[in-house]
């Protein structure tokens, strides 16, 4: 079965937005970007204010509610409906809860060919990168740099430390020239995968 949906899960100013855009012209057929930021940015201010939706500490901490999370779960079933609709779908998502964010994307992809990829990134990188941008709570990026993928299985991993965003969609396009793929359900090696770049 061809892959229908690749998630990157990965912290804050990782590189994951980078990756998806060399994915997008890497990848022969077109490819929609479903991004966690895109659907944050899409709430009403109210729900980025309030415990009910999201809020971001001075440190970089994030705390979600419980009215997020109804509409995060809906925003899930809508990328999951496109998939099966027949849309390609790259995800590109922040697994704040490690496996406990994972498992609701593994029961909303059911049935789906799904290419599960770690983004790595060492902290003081990360937080480099945060700075440069400016658009971020300092601390974030340094908070989740390794929190995001403790528990979490992946097909495979890349590193973005010192590899560029091409180099690295490269690699996860040349996954897909392996013959068996497995629908939903990562196979995990050391840890939580395996490592394809950066490892150390």
């Known amino acids: 079965m061809a ?30 970007a ?5 659907f944050v940015d899409s709430l009403p201010a109210s729900l980025r204010t309030t415990e009910a939706g999201i809020t971001f500490a001075p440190d970089g901490g994030v705390a979600v509610g419980e ?9 899930r079933a809508g990328v999951a409906a496109m998939a099966r609709a027949g849309a390609r779908v790259i995800v590109d998502d922040v697994f704040l809860g490690g496996p406990a964010s994972q498992e609701p994307w593994r029961k909303a992809l059911t049935g789906l060919d799904v290419l599960w990829v770690g983004v790595r990134c060492e902290g003081t990188a990360a937080e480099a990168r945060e700075i440069a941008r400016g658009d971020r709570p ?11 993928h403790r528990g979490v299985t992946y097909d495979l991993e890349v590193d973005t430390t010192h590899a560029e965003s091409l180099t690295c969609a490269r690699i996860i396009t040349a996954h897909f ?24």
């Not at 479903?34 to 895109?38: K, R, Y």
């Not at 009215?67 to 925003?75: D, H, I, N, T």
């Not at 300092?138 to 995001?148: D, H, K, L, W």
């Open 138 to 148: 300092r601390g974030m990026a340094a908070t989740q740099a390794e929190a995001v």
């Open 67 to 75: 009215e997020f999370r109804r509409l995060e779960a809906a925003w």
């Open 177 to 200: 020239a392996q013959p068996h793929r497995t629908t939903t359900s990562p196979q995990p090696g050391p840890r939580t995968g395996r490592r394809d770049i950066g490892e150390r």
């Open 34 to 38: 479903a991004a966690i930021d895109t």
């Open 3 to 32: 892959i229908q949906v690749i998630v990157l899960n990965g912290g804050s100013s990782s590189g994951k937005s980078g990756i998806v855009r060399c994915l997008q012209a890497e990848l022969p057929d077109p490819w929609l």
